[in-house]
């Protein structure tokens, strides 16, 4: 199967994605998580991303597409894969679009995880994940096991004013993709809101139909 999780930042594609990839046994391919490693592994890539990224800025294209493009070209995405995080802009989606064309695969679904602006900055500066695990957590909603709690970090990213500046890239540049593959069929709206296991549920319905 060929996924994208699309939606606005701290609506949960991390989460899901953790849970679906289990199930569906296709590699979880998180621009946002490629993007950390390069900028501490201290390469090129990262170097470059470094700024754009604490200002809750969008990366310039160029940089991750061809990141992406690489990634999906390995052999573990031969039988599908869940891209979260990418396409983030109309020129994302359109070089996606070509490379999967000259590869002869196509889309199953676009999944648009919705939650409303309301709920985000707290959902945002909430968020703590593991640095051995990878597991997300909330400091309210989905606490940290008292074992782990001293070592949780948070994002340097997940300050209000970064994620206020995300969530106005996702309205300009990211929202506008959602027509797309509204148009080619693919679109599946999922209510973001509720607890994980509610939403995942949902996930798996909207997969069925
Ligand atoms: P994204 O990858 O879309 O930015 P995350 O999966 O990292 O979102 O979730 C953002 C924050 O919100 C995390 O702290 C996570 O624990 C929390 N979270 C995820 N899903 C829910 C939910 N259904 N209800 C409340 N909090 C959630
Ligand atoms: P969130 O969990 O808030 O949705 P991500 O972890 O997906 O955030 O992304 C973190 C940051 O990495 C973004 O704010 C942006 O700077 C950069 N980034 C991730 N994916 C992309 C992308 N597809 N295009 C441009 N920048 C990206």
Do not use: W
Not at 95 to 112: F, H, P, S, Y
Not at 182 to 206: F, M, Y
Request: glycine share 8%; hydrophobic share 45%; net charge negative.
């Amino acid at each position: 199967m060929r996924i994208i999780l699309v939606g606005p930042p701290g609506a949960g594609k991390g989460t899901q994605a953790a849970r679906l990839i289990d199930t569906l046994n296709i590699p979880h391919i998180s621009t946002g998580d490629m993007l950390r490693a390069a900028v501490k592994a201290g390469t090129t890539l990262g170097l470059e991303a470094q700024a754009f990224m604490t200002r809750g800025d969008l990366v310039p294209d160029e940089v991750v597409i061809g990141m992406i493009i690489e990634r999906i070209a390995a052999p573990d995405c031969s039988k599908g894969f869940m891209l979260d995080g990418f396409p983030r802009t109309a020129p994302q989606a359109a070089a996606l679009d070509e490379a999967m064309a000259a590869a002869g695969v196509t889309l199953d679904a676009v999944l648009l995880i919705e939650v409303p602006d309301s709920l985000i900055v707290e959902r945002i500066t909430g968020r703590r994940s593991d640095p051995e695990t990878g597991a997300i957590y909330h400091l309210a909603f989905n606490p940290p096991p008292a074992e782990i709690a001293d070592r949780v970090v948070q994002r340097k990213d997940d300050t209000e004013a970064a994620c206020v500046a995300r969530l106005s890239k996702y309205h300009s540049e990211t929202a506008p993709i959602v027509p797309f593959y509204e148009a080619k069929g693919l679109l599946r709206r999922v209510d973001g809101v509720g607890s994980p296991d509610a939403v995942t549920a949902r996930i798996a319905d909207a997969l069925k139909g």
